[in-house]
């Protein structure tokens, strides 16, 4: 069965404090694996697509990796603004499996 | 670019009445889909349409129902609301093909009480 699970659940930094949020799957088939950020009464919002094992992308105080079980977006120094949820999404085709989120929250 | 809009925003329903949730998106996109967001649950997806002119279920699709007007419109239709209907909905399209991303709507708010 196609999975993908998100962790921390909740994630409290202090304002350029470090961190990873991590994403792990099975699923047959990957055709791309996505982090999306998602603010408060908003649709998710694109951040990055992977879509092989080795492969990053960054952007701003953001890094996304892949392996080819987990996916972990590592997080530089952050600000408050950076507060949000941060879905993963794996790609099989036609759909797209879906993980809790991580919600983060970043304090001045 | 309005990318893709959702109408509406918020609904109240009362237990059995029916309802559409309108989604269209002008960015020439061949899939379209919509999902639910619950507390703890995460996007569940209830209908896909990969073109114009199919519709698929997803994982969790009893009690909607779905539309492909044309290539720009995805309608959903609750005909009985439940409470258990209560929930977040995203509309959400993407060009169609395999590994490209999806685009987001901003969600209607639905209660049924």
């Known amino acids: 069965e196609d999975q993908v699970t998100q962790s921390p659940e909740a994630l409290r930094l202090q304002e350029g404090e470090s961190s990873s949020l991590n994403c792990s799957y099975t699923?047959?088939?990957?055709?791309?694996l996505f982090w999306y950020r998602q603010d408060p009464g908003k649709g998710p919002e694109f951040l990055f697509t992977l879509y092989s094992a080795g492969e990053e992308k960054e952007k701003e105080r953001l890094k996304a990796t892949l392996t080819k079980k987990e996916s972990f977006l590592h997080i530089t120094a952050p600000k408050p603004e950076d507060s949000a949820t941060y879905l993963c999404a794996v790609n099989t085709g036609n759909q797209f499996y879906f993980g809790t989120g991580t919600s983060l929250t970043v304090i001045p | 670019n309005a990318g893709v809009t959702q109408t509406p925003k918020f609904q109240v329903l009362k237990t059995g009445q029916s309802m559409t949730l309108q989604c269209a998106q002008d960015?020439?996109?061949?899939?379209m889909y919509w999902y639910r967001q619950d507390p703890g649950m995460g996007l569940r997806l209830i209908y896909y349409?990969?073109?114009?002119?199919?519709?698929d279920k997803g994982e969790v699709p009893n009690g909607y129902n779905v539309s492909r007007l044309n290539k720009r419109e995805f309608s959903l239709r609750l005909e009985s609301a439940a409470p258990s209907q209560t929930s977040v909905y995203f509309c959400?399209?993407?060009?169609?093909?395999?590994?490209?991303?999806?685009?987001f709507g901003s969600g209607t708010q639905l209660s049924v009480l």
């Open positions: 960015m020439n996109h061949n899939s």
């Open positions: 699923v047959s088939g990957l055709r791309g």
């Open positions: 349409s990969a073109s114009e002119g199919t519709t």
């Open positions: 959400a399209s993407r060009p169609g093909a395999k590994g490209e991303k999806l685009f």
